[in-house]
C-alpha cells in the first residue's frame, strides 16, 4: 500500500486521481516520488490482532498464514510473540522475491 500524503499535500479525488477533491474541476497539487518520498506500507488485515501494549509483549498461537517456514510454525499450538513472527515475514519475503534472481 502506498501512502501518498507527501505527494499529494491536499489529497485527491478518489476516482480521478489528477483532481482536487475540493473541486473536481481544478488539478491536483502534486509533487514526483523524488521531490516528496512516499512511504510504502505491507499490510494483511485478513490476519491482523490487535493487542494491548499495557498487558506487555503478547502471546498467541500462530496463524495458519501463507508461509509456512517461520520457527513458530513448527509447533502449532505453543503461544509465541507474533511481532518476530512478523519480522521473519518480512524477510523472507523480500528474500524470495527481491534477492533471488
Do not use: W
Not at 474541476?25 to 523524488?34: I, M, Q, V, Y
Request: net charge positive; charged share 25%.
Amino acid at each position: 500500500m502506498l501512502d501518498p500524503s507527501n505527494m499529494y499535500p491536499e489529497s485527491f479525488h478518489t476516482v480521478k486521481i489528477n483532481c482536487s477533491t475540493k473541486n473536481i474541476h481544478e488539478k491536483a497539487r502534486r509533487f514526483s516520488r523524488t521531490r516528496c518520498p512516499t512511504k510504502y506500507l505491507l499490510i494483511d488485515f485478513g490476519l491482523s490482532r490487535r493487542y494491548d501494549p499495557a498487558n506487555g509483549p503478547p502471546l498467541d498461537r500462530p496463524y495458519g498464514g501463507g508461509d509456512k517456514s517461520a520457527p513458530e510454525h513448527q509447533d502449532r499450538v505453543t503461544p509465541c510473540n507474533p511481532f518476530p513472527t512478523d519480522v521473519y515475514y518480512l524477510g523472507n519475503l523480500v528474500r524470495k522475491e527481491y534477492m533471488q534472481v
